[in-house]
């Protein structure tokens, strides 16, 4: 999962110099617990978040307010129902997300496994463009825009034109990827012509983006014709994502793009030419720039890939998941939720494609734990923010479960002067 | 103030950083410390003034055992320190940065800037330096910052003061006032702990010499003992101070500036119509005071500055108005002053730095793909040429001495098809060891024929390199000068004097 | 597949209504939650528990739908034009769970107008009342200027605002007189919008400047920006009120109450409940459900606290309006009816 | 040397100007009221030919664009102020065009857009004194919703809108608890925390609104509000006091916010120990300021200013509270830090040309516009856009904003 550049082990000559630290400083190693994820504290900080949601379901449950009433002439009751509504709510959640028992045969029990990876797909494509902008330096809030805008473009032709199969998908897709890429690239363009910050940049192209779709949906080229609701019309058939497991199930062709673009994002950052420019880029601008890499140039390309990975998951809404038309909410929070996929995934591709899929079982696994218990949507809202939370503080979880620091305590490094570039520190510069 | 430290040890990890390290400094004495770069020395000062917590042994003011929480509890008991790498806030006025951490305040907080302004001018006075107290840190050369590290200190009235290699961007006189301000301060009670490389600069002040090696005391010397001997305690191994140098064969001209011309954002001349001419074969040394105008000069053949004017050509073909790929690409090497800001990704490994300029072509890069296989052999190849001390060519730069980082930009830069080779302070902040490699590999590069241009601020590097000098003066060339021309004269003409016929002949 | 788990004889005790919403979530103060409030009604009615899905995005539609499907459903609810085809794609594949949608019709993939046998479309002539409304507001405005804004622009939306317009207009050639109305232009079908259905200080904004450019009537059609409207209102300290939208808010907003002239109602709650027990009971008809001034599904609501502002001969004419419209003696147009 | 930037960007504008004000011009008569009926001195209406009107400002524009570029000929740096005509000039121009034949209010056009600005005042300043001592704050919108949430039910229950401001404060500072401890103590990516906790606030504050507020509004949603309250003889001034002295209380704590946190951190022990941990934190440590205190309880202050502005919401605006009522407000006051380069001040213009750039779209709408609705409401976030690119450019934040510090 590292990118770094793993050159081939060659035996060293040289023996550590004596005086060398040979033990990572504790920057590094807190850096390390969480990029390879200690699996056992991942575990730890899900059962964390969970105890937490159970807390929150069994406060919200109907049944146990009722029993509550009576709590100390029954309190049996008041445990039972909260036991219920627990274990209902994460059985449903499970069920939804993985696997669901209740369903005779194996076929239909994996259904919930397949919905996961559906859900997880456009979050997977726009939390890579996120992390490619974050490993440059860039923090790129604009996914919700780049995500329209792509649809937008994407779906038009997947509607309008009249292609044959297979041509149609491969011209709608390339379509709507420009199209975020595009909208992607101004911001590069901006930042690299005029300093324009990106944050402000993304956040503001956001809002036109949302409103030029919407514009276009009403009375532009998007609009259904002998319809008065804001909708584009279907995607035709051969602009459709082909299903990859039969009708079934839902799963389409957008999974292995997805996959296709993770590894083509792992090839550009740690193998291709361009991700060592860029990686040098987000890690120290000054020297990239003393090594004759134009900062400005990689800002731009940076920014134009990102923007088309987002596109993809833009193009994957409309050519795959809502092929029946869309509206100008089409983006659903997926350029949000992106930046703490990419985030929790640190930045690294195959790092962004397990937290894309943990984010599409929450998603999938939603609908189960609200339709069968009723547990509202914002506790599942809740429960999930709760879990990223914990899998990001490592040692919030070792001090509550009181597990040692692994090594011993090895205080190092004070601030380092230059640390992998998170997107914090891109907004303060 | 009685200083003693008593077995102090400090791991980092497994790396035992101080081993049971015992140091007495006597009140109205100053105390050497010497060390190759990565023996302990600044993390032992550390302890000492409760920035790092010491694994066992224990710190004596005056005989007291001391506790200290932090640095707050360190300064109070009346220890300041001059650190190695300036704790200055780059956008703070020098006022302010005087004052931080023990404000003088008003009504309602309010900062009371008048009283820090007089509190820097007049420790500023005391001791002949010349600062702005309204300047920003940032805009100031580095000489001057160094001058507000040691305010800083002076302003808290500390007893125990820690100079941490402060003479490492100093100029010459620059080094000796400062010398003559620690004397000062000894002869009214204060001890002093100096931290430095240059052995000329302990024996010219220190009173005794405690040396270090790998995190341990190796024992004591005295201000008389010889250079060779000090240099040998702290390696563990003869070193050769002198580096031979046969004279030059300078060859055909090489690199021509004339008129060179370079302003800042606000249209300040920084650089003001400079013209020299370096031959291949032949070392040009440009000296001067920091903050003169070299560091826009060598920025400026980069192609790093926007607004220049004049002309640069090498081997007959222009430079300037190129990008810095474009230059680099010509056959310029370029060592920039400042390592990790500018010269290294420290979160990069040795390999994927020693490939940073070059990752646009061949043999690096082949149809977009890093060519890793080359690469590792390649970094193998230079790791070993360079001595590079790590733990393998995955080890990140950030991790590694300043010596050995300074090998890697070398590394890299001299392991291209040359034209010219661009080295600015080569071996600022080096042990004398490093100091002795680096040089030997630039007169190599000279002895191949290739021209090169050093620029330092170091006499004694000057001294040790150039075959003819170039003073800058206020972004001025002041005059270009024979290698041999004495220290004195070089002194005068970076304070901008017009150098004698003779010296101005070369 | 999966299968809908309804048999078309289902008796009340194992009839399990449920209902999903579109983005705007239950407790939108609009159509979904009128349609909520007739659910619970319907299911308090029939004594049955019945399940709720709420959206947050779109991409959760096929996703709440069909976990509805799931969890046994024999009749679902879902609420908004945007589920419209997420409704007939789970109807196709279910064709034993019975649905009704609020706010739309289906159509297929090529636009051409579609019925299921398990699809019961419910639809407003909303128009119809907003004309009475905008009469209203003609008639009782002493500045001559009258005004709205919008939430978004939906038809939804605009319908309201069409059929406001044309009660003024209508108001003007009736009395030859000449009262404006900001914020809409129905030939151009362009006006203002706030942009959000959440941003209530937007909403106060818009209407302060309705309020400075004169209009001392304003009808926001924008979910819970009525508030602001109302706020504004309070800081202008003119005589200023409000035309509601989708339920009276005399009752379900009282807190404000004194502002309402009257509401512009979308009888969601009642049909909603009708079309519940209706489908409990056996009988669930896929006919599309209208609502009009004629079946009270669409209406304005009574005037409260201004009825002693109000000229009485003005209550009557809007009347007499009213039964033209329901005679179809006066036809109410919109380029947002729903189809 | 010279940069042409500047007049090449005012040679742009004036020729959009020359297409909008002359050839596309419209013939009419634009009114602009001055006064409001209440006040004591009545100026009268201000009434100019509509396209006239364009040709003057047309022509000066010419006239300070040609000087402009004479300005940077002779190597002399265009003035702000000569920037700053040229932008009101134009925008005259502009008002004068939009609304021919109707009447421009121009006090209710800068009343509306202060009351839009202040929530994003009270945000930015929240983010201007985090970012200032090293925590990226990401979660202004969260710290303005718990805001508006807590205010909006403790004022009800309380019937105390001075109370609802208290706990605004203190939903502000929870929410910043949060982000100070995952982010100082456990060294977690300060994004991350603070794009979580706004969809953690988003969650909490809608169950709670769902389940709590909206059954039992007339208890638990129906805050008091504040009065206006008219300062003497300050709110007589025309113009300028029915915009800034006819407000509430929130927004006179506001002016007094924005000036002390700009005396504070300028002026005082206080702002320079805050600046120093922002920009070097190891510098900060060795003269013996403690850098994680510093940031755990100034990143709290941040919280409790930008709760204020949550309060402002349900308190000095609209009476309720409202699901994600702050409808992104969060997200431009971020913007408004970063545009107004980390500074109180500046960051506090900014958002004032935000809300003026909304409030302008507002009344133009109003008065009909031929741009359809959804052209209008791009109108700020462009004005944005084009003040950041064409006027701020690059910007340089606290230095160590983002970067955990970690001691040994
Ligand atoms: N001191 C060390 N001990 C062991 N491994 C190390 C050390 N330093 C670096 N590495 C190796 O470097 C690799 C990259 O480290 P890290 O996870 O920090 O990625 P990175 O360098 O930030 O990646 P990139 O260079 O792609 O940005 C790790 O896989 C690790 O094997
Ligand atoms: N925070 C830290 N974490 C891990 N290792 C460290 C840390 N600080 C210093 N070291 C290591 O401890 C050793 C001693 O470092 P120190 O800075 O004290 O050397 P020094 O004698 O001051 O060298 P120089 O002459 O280069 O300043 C070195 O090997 C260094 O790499
Ligand atoms: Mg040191
Ligand atoms: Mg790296």
């Given amino acids: ?429 | 103030m009685k200083l003693e430290l008593r077995g102090i040890t400090k791991r980092f990890g497994a790396l035992v950083a101080n081993d049971h390290i015992n140091l007495t400094v006597e009140a109205g004495e100053i105390h050497a410390l010497l060390g190759e770069n990565g023996a302990g020395k600044s993390t032992l000062m550390n302890v000492l003034y409760g920035l790092y917590r010491a694994e066992e042994g224990e710190i004596l003011l005056d005989d007291v055992v001391q506790h200290f929480a932090g640095p707050g509890d360190a300064m109070a008991a009346g220890i300041g320190m001059v650190h190695q790498h300036f704790m200055l806030i780059p956008v703070f006025t020098v006022a302010e940065n005087v004052m931080l951490g023990h404000e003088e305040t008003g009504f309602g907080g309010h900062l009371d800037l008048p009283a820090a302004r007089r509190r820097v001018t007049e420790i500023s006075a005391r001791f002949g330096f010349d600062v702005d107290p309204d300047a920003l840190v940032e805009d100031l050369p580095v000489g001057v910052q160094q001058r507000v590290e040691i305010i800083k200190a002076l302003s808290r009235d500390a007893r125990v003061l820690v100079f941490d290699e402060p003479t490492a961007v100093l100029t010459p006189q620059e080094t000796d006032e400062l010398m003559g301000i620690m004397r000062q301060l000894r002869d009214s009670g204060t001890s002093i702990v100096f931290i430095t490389h240059k052995l000329r600069e302990v024996r010219a002040v220190a009173d005794r010499i405690t040396v270090i090696r790998l995190g341990a005391v190796v024992g004591e010397a005295s201000p008389t003992a010889s250079n060779e001997e000090l240099a040998t305690m702290m390696v563990g191994r003869a070193v050769d101070l002198t580096v031979d140098k046969s004279p030059a064969e300078p060859g055909a001209p090489a690199l021509v500036v004339s008129d060179l011309t370079v302003l800042d954002p606000h249209g300040q001349v920084l650089v003001n119509s400079v013209s020299f001419t370096v031959h291949a074969g032949e070392i040009l040394a440009i000296a001067g005071v920091q903050g003169n105008g070299q560091t826009e000069l060598t920025e400026a053949l980069m192609g790093l500055q926007p607004r220049v004017s004049g002309e640069i050509t090498l081997d007959g073909s222009s430079l300037r108005g190129h990008t810095v790929r474009k230059i680099l690409d010509a056959g310029v090497g370029f060592v920039p002053e400042d390592r990790t800001e500018d010269g290294l990704v420290s979160e990069f490994t040795i390999a994927e730095n020693l490939m940073l300029d070059r990752s646009h072509q061949p043999p690096f890069v082949k149809r977009f793909n890093v060519q890793l296989s080359f690469l590792a052999k390649f970094a193998e190849d230079k790791v070993k040429e360079f001595d590079v001390r790590s733990q393998g060519i995955d080890t990140l730069v950030g991790r590694l001495s300043g010596g050995n980082q300074q090998k890697v930009v070398l590394a890299r830069e001299l392991s291209r098809e040359l034209r010219l080779f661009i080295a600015a302070q080569p071996t600022r902040g080096l042990d004398v060891g490093s100091i002795e490699f680096v040089h030997e590999r630039i007169i190599a590069t000279r002895d191949a024929g290739t021209p090169v241009i050093v620029i330092s601020t170091e006499l004694d590097e000057v001294a040790a390199l150039a075959d003819r000098i170039l003073v800058m003066f206020r972004g001025r060339v002041v005059g270009i000068v024979p290698g041999d021309t004495p220290r004195a004269v070089l002194g005068l003409m970076m304070a901008g004097e017009t150098p004698t016929e003779e010296g101005a002949a070369a | 597949p999966s299968t809908g788990g309804a048999t078309s004889t289902a008796a009340v005790t194992n009839f399990t209504p449920c209902i999903v919403s579109d983005a705007g979530g239950f407790d939108d103060k609009s159509f979904n939650q009128s349609s909520f409030d007739g659910m619970t009604q319907a299911a308090d009615a029939l004594g049955v528990k019945f399940k709720q899905a709420e959206s947050k995005t779109t991409d959760q539609y096929a996703g709440n739908v069909s976990s509805m499907v799931d969890q046994n459903c024999n009749f679902i609810l879902t609420v908004g034009f945007a589920l419209a085809n997420t409704t007939r794609d789970a109807a196709k594949a279910s064709p034993t769970t019975d649905f009704a949608i609020i706010d739309s019709a289906l159509s297929n993939d090529d636009f051409s107008p579609l019925a299921l046998d398990n699809v019961k479309p419910v639809l407003y002539d909303t128009a119809q009342a907003a004309f009475l409304a905008g009469y209203l507001a003609a008639g009782t405005s002493k500045t001559g200027i009258v005004g709205t804004y919008g939430g978004k622009q939906f038809p939804s939306v605009t319908i309201f605002m069409d059929g406001f317009a044309d009660g003024v207009t209508y108001y003007n050639t009736q009395k030859s007189k000449s009262v404006k109305l900001l914020g809409w232009d129905k030939a151009a079908q362009a006006g203002t919008f706030a942009g959000s259905f959440d941003d209530i200080n937007q909403g106060k904004a818009l209407s302060t400047n309705l309020i400075d450019q004169g209009a001392d009537i304003i009808l926001p059609v924008a979910g819970p920006l009525f508030q602001g409207t109302a706020q504004a209102i309070q800081d202008s300290g003119k005589d200023v009120a409000i035309v509601g939208v989708d339920s009276d808010l005399y009752e379900t907003a009282p807190a404000t109450k004194a502002l309402y002239l009257t509401s512009i109602m979308k009888q969601m709650a009642d049909a909603t409940k009708k079309i519940v027990t209706d489908a409990a009971a056996g009988d669930f008809s896929a006919t599309p459900y209208i609502g009009t001034l004629d079946n009270k599904g669409v209406d304005i609501a009574p005037l409260h606290d201004w009825e002693s502002k109000v000229d009485p001969a003005l209550v009557k004419e809007v009347d007499a309006i009213k039964a033209d419209i329901i005679s179809g003696k006066l036809t109410v147009t919109s380029p947002s009816t729903p189809k | 040397m010279k940069s042409w930037k500047t007049p090449i960007a005012l040679a742009i504008f004036t020729l959009l100007g020359f297409l909008l004000l002359v050839v596309f011009g419209r013939d009419g008569e634009s009114t602009m009221r001055l006064s409001t009926t209440t006040d004591l001195i009545q100026l009268p209406d201000v009434v100019l030919p509509t396209r006239p009107t364009g040709i003057v400002v047309v022509a000066l524009l010419l006239l300070i664009t040609a000087g402009s570029g004479w300005l940077v000929r002779s190597k002399a740096k265009v003035p702000l102020w000569l920037v700053t005509v040229f932008a009101v000039l134009l925008l005259v121009g502009f008002l004068a065009w939009a609304s021919a034949d109707h009447t421009i209010p121009v006090p209710g056009l800068l009343f509306g857009s202060l009351s839009l600005a202040v929530p994003l005042i009270f945000g930015a300043l929240g983010g201007v004194i985090s970012e200032r001592v090293g925590v990226v704050n990401v979660a202004i919108e969260g710290q303005l919703l718990a805001g508006a949430f807590t205010s909006a039910m403790v004022a009800s229950i309380t019937q105390q809108p001075l109370l609802g401001l208290v706990a605004a404060m203190v939903a502000g500072v929870l929410v910043s608890f949060v982000l100070a401890a995952f982010a100082i103590k456990y060294f977690v990516d300060q994004v991350i925390v603070g794009v979580v906790l706004n969809v953690l606030v988003s969650g909490v504050t809608g169950f709670l609104f769902s389940q709590l507020l909206a059954p039992n509004a007339a208890t638990l949603n129906s805050p008091p509000r504040f009065e206006n309250i008219n300062i003497p003889l300050l709110s007589e001034i025309p113009i300028i006091g029915p915009v800034f002295f006819r407000q509430t209380l929130i927004v006179y704590i506001m002016y007094v916010a924005v000036a002390c946190v700009y005396f504070g951190l300028f002026h005082t022990k206080w702002g320079l120990r805050l600046r120093a941990v922002g920009e070097h934190p190891q510098a900060a440590d060795t003269v013996g300021i403690n850098v994680a205190r510093t940031r755990f309880w100034n990143v709290s202050l941040a919280g409790a200013i930008a709760g204020l502005g949550g309060a402002y919401f349900t308190l000095g605006s609209v009476g309720a509270f409202g699901k994600e009522m702050t409808a992104g407000a969060g997200f431009i006051a971020l913007a408004a830090v970063i545009f107004g380069r980390w500074d109180p001040i500046r960051a506090t213009l900014a958002a004032l040309l935000f809300g003026f750039a909304s409030n302008l779209q507002n009344v133009l709408s109003i008065i009909g516009s031929p741009v359809p609705s959804e052209f209008m409401l791009m109108l700020p976030y462009l004005v944005t856009i084009f003040a950041v690119a064409g006027l701020v450019g690059q910007s340089r934040g606290p230095a160590a904003s983002g970067k955990p510090y970690i001691k040994s």
């Fill in chain 1, 1 to 429: 999962m590292s990118e770094t550049l793993q050159t081939p082990p060659v035996s060293s000559g040289k023996p550590a110099q004596p005086g060398q630290p040979d033990q990572p400083g504790r920057v590094y190693q807190i850096f390390r617990e969480i990029t390879t994820g200690n699996a056992i504290i991942s575990v730890l900080a899900v059962l964390l978040a969970l105890l937490v949601g159970a807390i929150l379901i069994a406060f919200t449950n109907e049944d146990v307010q009722k029993a509550s009433v009576y709590f100390f002439s029954r309190p049996g009751d008041t445990v039972v129902a909260a036991w219920n509504s627990v274990s209902g709510a994460y059985s449903a959640l499970f069920q939804g997300s993985v696997y669901n028992f209740r369903k005779p045969d194996f076929a239909s029990g994996i259904k919930p496994l397949t919905e996961t990876l559906t859900f997880a797909t456009p979050l997977i494509a726009a939390g890579l463009g996120v992390a490619l902008g974050f490993r440059v330096g860039l923090f790129n809030i604009g996914g919700r825009g780049q995500m329209l805008i792509a649809a937008a473009l994407g779906g038009w032709v997947a509607f309008a034109l009249d292609l044959p199969a297979g041509i149609h998908l491969v011209v709608a897709l390339v379509v709507g990827v420009a199209g975020g890429a595009l909208w992607g690239g101004l911001v590069g363009l901006l930042k690299a012509r005029t300093g324009a910050h990106e944050v402000i940049t993304t956040i503001m192209l956001n809002y036109v983006a949302y409103y030029l779709v919407s514009y276009l949906l009403r009375d532009g080229f998007l609009k259904t014709p002998g319809s008065n609701n804001p909708q584009s019309p279907a995607s035709k058939p051969t602009a459709v994502f082909p299903d990859l497991l039969g009708p079934t199930y839902n799963l389409h062709l957008g999974f292995i793009l997805v996959i296709i673009a993770t590894i083509f994002t792992w090839w550009l950052l740690s193998r291709s030419n361009l991700g060592f420019q860029f990686r040098a880029v987000g890690l120290n601008p000054h020297a990239a720039r003393v090594a004759g890499i134009s900062v400005d140039r990689m800002y731009v390309y940076a920014m134009l890939l990102s923007g088309g990975l987002v596109g993809l998951a833009g193009i994957n809404q409309v050519l795959g998941t809502s092929t029946s038309g869309f509206d100008a909410g089409i983006d659903s929070g997926i350029g949000f939720d992106a930046i703490t996929v990419a985030l929790l995934g640190r930045s690294r591709p195959w790092g962004v494609f397990a937290a894309g899929i943990l984010f599409g079982a929450f998603k999938a696994g939603g609908f189960s734990m609200q339709a069968a218990e009723g547990v509202p949507i914002d506790i599942v809202l809740i429960v999930q923010s709760l879990i990223v939370l914990f899998i990001a503080a490592p040692p919030l979880v070792r001090a509550i479960f009181r597990l040692p620091t692994p090594g011993q305590k090895t205080p190092g490094a004070k601030t380092p002067r230059k640390r992998t570039t998170t997107p914090t520190e891109v907004v303060a510069s």
